[in-house]
């Protein structure tokens, strides 16, 4: 007698997540998660009142494992090896440049500035 097997189907869906640009993010940790948040400012034109311009901040946030964010790193390492093979070493953009030129505070070892920790 022989015997018939049956085919596991498994039916997925797939859910294409939006593109976000960021211009910023933080990057914290609690003992079993990293969390990476990921920001964008817009300004934005009220043309009801010219003299005020208000900015608009989106966040995304991605939270990962501790194993899942070592990953990352590597993942980022080795991609980021590949394109400066490919298209030269990246550098700030010029305008960055003269910008922190300009800004440039004297350093001062009384003044300590570090990003807030809130889980870790």
Same mark, same amino acid.
Do not use: C, W
């Given at each position: 007698m022989?015997?018939i097997k049956?085919?596991?189907k498994?039916? %997925?869906d797939?859910? /294409?997540?939006? =593109?976000?640009?960021?211009?910023?993010f933080?990057?914290?940790?609690?003992?079993?998660?990293?969390?990476l948040?990921?920001?964008?400012?817009?300004?934005?034109?009220?043309?009801?009142n010219?003299?005020?311009?208000?900015?608009?901040?989106?966040h995304?946030?991605?939270?990962?494992?501790? %194993?899942?964010?070592? /990953?990352?790193? =590597?993942?980022?390492?080795?991609?980021?090896?590949k394109?400066?093979k490919?298209?030269?070493?990246i550098?700030?953009?010029?305008?960055?440049e003269?910008?922190?030129k300009?800004n440039k505070?004297?350093?001062?070892?009384?003044?300590k500035?570090e990003?807030?920790?809130?889980?870790g």
């Amino acid at each position: 007698m022989t015997e018939i097997k049956k085919e596991n189907k498994i039916n %997925f869906d797939i859910v /294409n997540g939006t =593109e976000f640009f960021s211009d910023d993010f933080a990057i914290t940790h609690t003992p079993v998660r990293f969390y990476l948040d990921f920001k964008r400012a817009v300004p934005r034109l009220d043309i009801r009142n010219r003299d005020f311009q208000p900015m608009v901040i989106s966040h995304n946030v991605v939270i990962l494992d501790p %194993f899942m964010a070592k /990953n990352l790193i =590597e993942l980022l390492q080795q991609n980021l090896q590949k394109y400066e093979k490919q298209f030269g070493k990246i550098k700030p953009p010029k305008a960055l440049e003269k910008a922190n030129k300009k800004n440039k505070k004297p350093k001062d070892d009384t003044t300590k500035e570090e990003s807030p920790v809130y889980f870790g």
